[in-house]
């Protein structure tokens, strides 16, 4: 009787490797970018935070707790200099975003409302636009949704790296901080926020005296 043997299995073909210069960026984009992404981040939550994470991806933190807010500056969009320890004793709202990010699109208008309604309350608006290399499309973006507070250029998104690890840091676009007087994080979101969500995270910093 003659014995069968087993069909021989091919070795599996080797996949197309990236460039490591491709790989990198390409990981530095998913790792950062929340846009066309339906994955919520975790806010950091190690011992020795102390955050206290609120519904949704809005994380705010009590006075005690606060951490600064990393020295950031640079170049705007417009080619001025801008430097974030200008605006201490402001309540500051920070906002990374890219022009072609659409979760950015959505919530821009409702950032052009609460920056002006506020301004009289010192509060300031500062973007931090990322991913755009060129600055013509972020100055076009800046038109179509009536922003008129600054931005930061980051294209590379060496700005956002010096958040400190396991800082509540803007780790997706869009991302927005809001920073007390003294210069610290008290609010983070990784979300695009509605004008409700943003009145309502930032009205208690306001508050504070």
């Given at each position: ?101 659409a979760p950015c699109r959505a919530e821009a208008p409702n950032l052009a409302k609460v920056a002006e309604d506020t301004e009289d309350e010192g509060v300031r ?85």
């Amino acid at each position: 009787m003659s014995q069968s043997r087993a069909p021989r299995r091919r070795p599996p073909r080797p996949g197309r490797r990236l460039p490591a210069a491709v790989a990198g960026a390409v990981a530095g984009v998913l790792a950062l970018s929340a846009c066309g992404g339906g994955s919520e981040e975790k806010a950091a939550s190690s011992g020795d935070t102390q955050f206290v994470q609120g519904t949704g991806q809005i994380t705010t933190v009590a006075e005690k707790d606060r951490r600064p807010l990393p020295d950031i500056s640079g170049e705007t969009v417009d080619g001025e200099h801008l430097s974030l320890s200008d605006y201490r004793g402001k309540v500051v709202v920070l906002n990374v975003w890219g022009s072609w990010c659409a979760p950015c699109r959505a919530e821009a208008p409702n950032l052009a409302k609460v920056a002006e309604d506020t301004e009289d309350e010192g509060v300031r608006f500062v973007g931090i636009n990322t991913r755009d290399l060129d600055k013509a499309n972020a100055r076009a973006f800046d038109r179509r949704y009536g922003i008129e507070y600054p931005s930061l250029y980051d294209p590379s998104g060496r700005l956002i790296l010096k958040f400190p690890k396991y800082s509540l840091s803007p780790k997706a676009i869009p991302s927005t901080l809001i920073i007390d007087r003294e210069g610290r994080i008290a609010v983070r979101a990784l979300k695009p926020l509605s004008e409700e969500d943003l009145r309502s995270a930032l009205e208690p910093v306001v508050a504070e005296k």
